[in-house]
């Protein structure tokens, strides 16, 4: 008998040991990113208010410039609605990853920021916007949207831009710093309060953070701080912590 409790025993004690082991044992790491979050696709420029392109060919030729694939999506007048011209967005998007893009990154100018943010969080499927920038864009509301209705010429996107509305309310924030960013400029005179253009759940990229000077709205996408910023953020590396030359 003495054998067989002494297997027995044995046996136990393993059982032990092995228990120990598994509950000991350190949780395995999370996932990596997939493929097509990881790696960096095309990058569609979305105008704001009123559509101009302008300002935005520039950062797109800078983004060239810098070895990306970009393009603007025209909004035509961009007074339109919002919730509309996010899913030309999403279809563009569409277009470019069944090509065979492994997804597309985003930059929004004013308005163009919160049709990035409905694309980005409105799209079903495979992944096909991998980060969003958004530049000086009234994710509050701005106080000369409501303003505009108060005298009766407020379009479409002017009621979906001013603070509280339903449009603005439905959109959800933003839920992982590594995947959005928020740049803006306290000295923004048409994004009123300027605090506004924070997005919730965004990485915030305040301009006078780093270089206390003025940036009025429309010089935001033209500023060399803010393009480098951009360009910083969609390759992964540091943000600039100096002012641009």
Same mark, same amino acid.
């Given at each position: 008998?003495r054998?067989?409790?002494?297997?027995? =025993? =044995?046996?136990?004690?393993?059982?032990?040991?092995?228990?120990?082991?598994?509950?000991?044992?350190?949780?395995?790491?999370?996932?990596?990113?997939?493929?097509?979050?990881?790696?960096?696709?095309?990058?569609?420029? &979305?105008?704001?208010?009123?559509?101009?392109?302008?300002?935005?060919?520039?950062?797109?030729?800078?983004?060239?410039?810098?070895? +990306?694939?970009?393009?603007?999506?025209? &909004?035509?007048?961009?007074?339109?609605?919002?919730?509309?011209?996010?899913?030309?967005?999403?279809?563009?998007?569409?277009?470019?990853?069944?090509?065979?893009?492994?997804?597309?990154?985003?930059?929004? +100018?004013?308005?163009?920021?919160? &049709?990035?943010?409905?694309?980005?969080?409105?799209? *079903?499927?495979?992944?096909?916007i991998?980060?969003?920038?958004?530049?000086?864009?009234?994710?509050?509301?701005?106080?000369?949207?409501? !303003?505009?209705?108060? +005298?009766?010429?407020?379009?479409?996107?002017?009621?979906?831009?001013?603070?509280?509305?339903?449009?603005?309310?439905?959109?959800?924030?933003?839920?992982?710093?590594?995947?959005?960013?928020?740049?803006?400029?306290?000295?923004?005179?048409?994004i009123?309060?300027?605090?506004?253009?924070? !997005?919730?759940?965004?990485?915030? +990229?305040?301009?006078?953070?780093?270089?206390?000077?003025?940036?009025?709205?429309?010089?935001?996408?033209?500023?060399?701080?803010?393009?480098?910023?951009?360009?910083?953020?969609?390759?992964? *590396?540091? !943000?600039?912590?100096?002012?641009?030359?």
């Open positions: 008998m054998p067989r409790f002494i297997a027995a =025993a =044995a046996v136990v004690a393993l059982c032990a040991i092995v228990l120990a082991a598994l509950l000991l044992r350190p949780d395995p790491p999370p996932p990596g990113p997939s493929a097509a979050l990881s790696t960096r696709g095309p990058v569609l420029l &979305i105008p704001g208010y009123g559509g101009g392109t302008q300002g935005l060919q520039v950062t797109a030729g800078v983004l060239r410039a810098a070895g +990306f694939q970009a393009e603007v999506v025209s &909004i035509g007048d961009g007074t339109g609605d919002l919730a509309v011209y996010a899913q030309q967005v999403v279809a563009r998007a569409q277009q470019l990853v069944s090509a065979g893009a492994p997804s597309v990154d985003v930059i929004g +100018f004013s308005a163009g920021g919160v &049709i990035a943010r409905d694309a980005a969080t409105s799209a *079903t499927g495979r992944p096909l991998r980060k969003v920038v958004t530049v000086g864009s009234p994710h509050q509301g701005t106080k000369l949207a409501a !303003l505009g209705g108060l +005298f009766g010429g407020c379009p479409v996107a002017c009621g979906q831009l001013a603070p509280r509305s339903d449009y603005l309310k439905q959109l959800s924030s933003a839920n992982d710093p590594d995947r959005w960013l928020s740049i803006w400029s306290t000295t923004d005179e048409v009123r309060p300027a605090l506004s253009s924070e !997005l919730k759940g965004a990485r915030p +990229f305040p301009v006078q953070d780093v270089c206390d000077r003025p940036v009025a709205h429309n010089d935001l996408l033209i500023d060399p701080l803010v393009q480098n910023t951009a360009i910083a953020y969609l390759n992964g *590396t540091a !943000l600039p912590a100096t002012c641009a030359n």
